[in-house]
């Protein structure tokens, strides 16, 4: 039995081969990566609307977002209001230090003392050579007094009304002084040019304000209990924009958040698309059609700056380029 | 030429046998005209030189061969007009070989390897196990049935394989050098069963050898050379007698 | 008393012989421990060869489509018609994003950045990695699998995720650092900050660059300060109802750009990819070699073995066995080397193949591979059967006389 396989060898290689395609048949079957695909972390947002134009769009205050500065340089005192406090028009909403005003109108309410007692003054002297020009006007008998004595006392009349006009002038620009001080004194107080709600404060006490730097507001003021969504659309796309048409607009993170959008209106200047990224680059090779919609704020979990995925129907009413 | 010896219908008759290899200028002419018969109960012996036709004659006796011409009968049928697969049939069934190599399969046991012939016969495979170790018992092989051929002596083998020519009884055996591998003793030994077994049935045998120390087993001993029968010696009964004896 | 009818084959005791020889057959072949062993070793090494080296092609093939198959949350990928492969950055429009949701038949539409930068970490080495940008809304494209940290951590102040599989092969700080990157570690995106604030499993991928994950806004930033245009992709999703062909065919007139399935993309990604780089004609010569190499071997082995057993056959032959029979017996001999054979060749390659996978390695088997496999053995054990039948058909005499 020396050259054959023994009951060993028969066996073990029909087994070797039974496991070699176990093997291969494991191979085939489990030996791929097999790799679940993974869900988003949010659903991405899909159009409502079969024919649609879809766009980009940011929310801004309906009034558009009003960035305050100062007319005048100056450290800021006071800052009265906190981003998110409604104001009313004209209320306070900073001011810068005052207290160089403040002293100026000092001087100047001193100055128009000084002017109201010179008129004073001025209206006694002319009182006095009136009467004693007249004393000497009323007498018939030329000799009791020269001619010469009569018309000296008619010229210091004169002089005395002069100077009773002069002092008057002088007390109402000591007045306008004091006034113009006043103004310049309310120039430092920067009040809310309209009703809104305060989105944005860049300005603490004690800092400068410079009346030429202004890359940043000092307060960013808008109207939002009316907000308004700016939607770019592609300059491509314009054409198909139904003027007055429909849109909805999805909550990006969570696009089951939508809102229906009112129509405001199109900005008829195509303009190049700003970048978002923060900075002003801008990306010269698209242009954009601007799109204002409008919606109520009430409870919906949105806030000025925030970017919104638009979606238009393209075959609502109103549709301008529709054929 | 000597005149038959032997009486009865010839088991092999050939008449102007030929058989050509090749064609054209490359022609080898094997066999030029072959005068031979072979009658039951007769053990022929064909000698001559290498490449003097021996084989190519039993080749084409036995129908593994096909003739060129001339004519051929073995055990009445004629093998240059039978067709190969019924020739393949038929010397399954009418032909027994011995090998100068025994050709025994190396993988089957001695048992296995005589019962070939009769499973070719589609014998049952217990019944030809059966009627194969009768007949390796007739050959005083009874203990080694189950043995492989390599490990069975040169002697032994050969018995295996004369065990095998003779077990579906062919009227006619084709020995091919059945002594040659063997030394003197055993050579001899083998020759004495050929002989003995073989044409005790009034089989014929033809025995291609060039061993001269078995020449006095034949009845005849045909000597070829370059194709053709050149004589046909005759043994005298005595002398076969004898050499069975001498072992 | 002779059968010499050519029908013979058809009679039931030509079907018992057969059965027979078959055993005969059977044993002639387990009999030479040697031969047998050469045999299916011969069979068992061009199988082997054949099915590894298809496995690795397809692997490598299935690499490159590697991160196309991660992000396939979407049905079609906008890109630049030029675009060539998957890591090819031809950057769009960003409002493309837009017009492409604005088509109908679009249910959603984001963008997604893919570009190479330059990266540094902690300990000065410098390295180029694959940045991916994700929609920052939806983290739409993520990775498969989170191995650290949650998908929404994405969102948090410069985070990035890395992968878990080949950080630490490739995100190896070299110049001091000695160890690969981890989360919590924070290095420069071209002199921008980035924080790991995750890792994830993926694919592996044909791409030797690690690759990053983050949001798509962070990722302009970081690939070149925000102010270009940089938008790789826009992946889209259809309507459940949508026509793919006429959603497609309206995008791409909109827009004017190429809109490929997950399918077409990984398509044209491995086009490109095997034929640029060389794999394909290098690997379809290795499969061929070893198809050749392994024909070889086991039709040599195989018409070894019949030529040594010549003699045994013309013996049959000589004792009455059919050209019929012989030729049973020849392919029941080639069909149990064959089969067996072929068993522990594709194993044999199929375990290689997975522990090379293991290891990062392309290799991907899919069934068509063992099943073009068995053909190739089919027919080597064909043609090897063939030519030895030849041989046994034309059996010359002295092959059973000769000594």
């Not at chain 1, 940011?58 to 406090?85: D, K, T």
């Not at chain 3, 027979?20 to 030479?32: E, N, S």
């Not at chain 3, 570009?115 to 990695?129: K, Q, S």
Request: aromatic residues 6%; charged residues 15%; hydrophobic residues 45%.
């Amino acid at each position: 039995m020396s050259h054959s396989i023994g009951r060993t060898g028969r066996i073990l290689v029909p087994l070797l081969s039974l496991t070699g395609m176990a093997m291969m048949i494991y191979a085939v079957v489990a030996g791929d990566e097999t790799l679940p695909v993974a869900p988003p972390a949010a659903q991405p947002a899909a159009s409502p609307y079969a024919s649609t134009v879809a766009g980009a769009g940011l929310i801004e205050a309906s009034s558009r977002n009003i960035a305050l500065a100062s007319p005048l340089p100056g450290i800021v005192q006071q800052i009265a209001v906190q981003p998110g406090q409604r104001v009313a028009a004209g209320e306070l909403l900073f001011q810068l230090d005052e207290r160089q005003i403040v002293a100026e109108i000092a001087v100047r309410k001193a100055a128009l003392q000084v002017a109201e007692s010179r008129l004073v003054e001025a209206q006694a002297a002319a009182i006095e050579s009136r009467f004693l020009l007249q004393q000497v006007k009323g007498l018939s008998d030329n000799r009791a007094v020269s001619r010469e004595e009569v018309q000296k006392r008619e010229s210091a009349d004169a002089v005395a009304r002069a100077r009773v006009n002069s002092s008057e002038a002088a007390l109402r620009q000591a007045h306008a002084e004091v006034q113009a001080a006043e103004t310049e004194r309310e120039r430092l107080h920067i009040r809310a040019p309209l009703a809104g709600e305060v989105l944005q404060v860049n300005i603490r006490p004690g800092e400068l304000l410079s009346a030429s730097n202004s890359a940043v507001a000092a307060v960013v003021l808008g109207e939002t209990s009316l907000l308004h969504v700016r939607v770019d659309i592609d300059e491509s796309d314009a054409w198909r924009l139904p003027h007055g048409g429909k849109a909805t607009a999805r909550l990006r993170g969570n696009a089951a958040l939508q809102i229906p959008l009112q129509w405001v209106r199109v900005e008829p200047l195509v303009i190049p698309k700003q970048s978002l990224t923060g900075n002003s680059t801008e990306r010269v090779d698209t242009r954009v059609l601007q799109v204002i919609f409008s919606f109520e704020r009430g409870k919906l979990p949105v806030y000025v700056g925030q970017q919104l995925d638009v979606f238009i129907d393209a075959a609502s009413a109103g549709g301008a380029g529709q054929s | 030429m000597s005149l038959l010896s032997t009486s009865g219908t010839p088991v092999v008759s050939c008449r102007q046998l030929r058989k050509n290899f090749g064609s054209g200028e490359n022609q080898v002419q094997a066999l030029r005209g072959i005068n031979l018969d072979i009658y039951p109960g007769e053990l022929m012996m064909l000698v001559g030189p290498s490449g003097c036709g021996k084989t190519t004659l039993i080749s084409v006796i036995a129908g593994i061969l096909d003739a060129s011409a001339g004519e051929c009968q073995v055990l009445g049928e004629n093998l240059l007009t039978l067709a190969s697969a019924a020739r393949t049939q038929w010397r399954g069934k009418q032909i027994g070989f011995v090998f100068q190599a025994y050709n025994l399969l190396p993988t089957l046991t001695a048992a296995e390897n005589v019962a070939i012939p009769l499973l070719v016969q589609k014998l049952p495979r217990s019944q030809a196990l059966k009627q194969a170790a009768e007949m390796l018992q007739r050959v005083g092989l009874a203990e080694r049935i189950q043995a492989l051929p390599a490990q069975l002596s040169g002697g032994q083998q050969q018995r295996v394989a004369i065990a095998r020519a003779l077990v579906h009884q062919p009227p006619l055996l084709v020995c091919d050098e059945p002594t040659s591998a063997l030394d003197h003793h055993t050579g001899h030994q083998v020759m004495e069963l050929l002989r003995r077994v073989a044409t005790s049935a009034n089989r014929s045998l033809i025995v291609v050898t060039h061993d001269a120390r078995i020449f006095p087993f034949a009845d005849r001993i045909a000597h070829i050379e370059d194709g053709l029968i050149t004589h046909i010696a005759e043994n005298s009964p005595a002398l076969i007698k004898e050499s069975l004896h001498v072992a | 008393m002779i059968n010499t009818t050519p029908m013979d084959g058809a009679s039931p005791l030509f079907k018992s012989e057969i059965v027979i020889v078959y055993a005969i057959a059977l044993k002639m072949l387990l009999g030479d421990r040697l031969k047998y062993f050469g045999l299916i070793a011969g069979i068992a090494f061009a199988a082997m060869l054949i099915a590894q080296q298809a496995s690795i092609l397809v692997g490598f093939t299935k690499q490159t489509g590697a991160f196309i198959r991660d992000t396939a949350q979407a049905d079609l990928w906008i890109m630049d018609p030029q675009v060539r492969f998957s890591q090819d950055h031809i950057p769009l429009r960003e409002i493309m994003v837009h017009t492409v949701r604005g088509t109908p038949g679009v249910q959603w539409a984001v963008p997604l950045f893919q570009g190479f930068v330059r990266a540094r970490m902690p300990d000065g080495t410098n390295f180029t990695l694959i940045l991916v940008g994700l929609d920052d809304s939806s983290l739409t494209g993520a990775p498969p699998l989170m191995v650290e940290g949650a998908l929404t951590d994405l969102r948090r102040d410069r985070a990035v995720f890395i992968d878990a599989g080949t950080s630490a092969k490739k995100l190896r700080m070299k110049n001091g650092g000695n160890r690969p990157m981890q989360v919590g570690d924070t290095f420069s995106i071209m002199d921008h900050q980035a924080y790991i604030a995750g890792s994830y499993r993926s694919r592996t991928s044909f791409f030797w660059e690690p690759v990053l994950y983050t949001t798509y806004s962070r990722a302009l930033t970081f690939a070149a300060g925000g102010d270009r245009n940089l938008l790789s992709y826009v992946m889209v999703k259809l309507l459940p109802d949508a026509s793919l062909e006429q959603t497609r065919a309206l995008l791409q007139q909109r827009t004017g750009l190429a809109a490929r399935t997950n399918e077409e993309f990984i398509q044209l990604t491995a086009d490109y990819i095997l034929n640029e780089t060389g794999i394909l004609m290098n690997f379809g010569f290795a499969i061929l070699l070893g198809f050749a190499i392994g024909s070889l071997v086991a039709g040599q082995t195989f018409y070894n073995f019949t030529l040594d057993n010549l003699r045994h056959y013309g013996t049959l032959k000589a004792m009455g066995v059919s050209n019929r029979t012989l030729a049973g017996m020849l392919f029941l001999q080639v069909a149990v080397v064959s089969v067996l054979g072929y068993g522990i060749g594709v194993g044999m390659g199929s375990a290689l193949g997975l522990l090379m996978s293991s290891a990062g390695l392309a290799f991907s088997m899919p069934w068509q591979i063992p099943a073009i496999t068995a053909l190739a053995i089919l027919l080597v054990s064909l043609l090897a059967s063939w030519f030895s039948l030849r041989r046994v058909f034309a059996l010359e005499p002295a092959v059973v006389f000769k000594g």
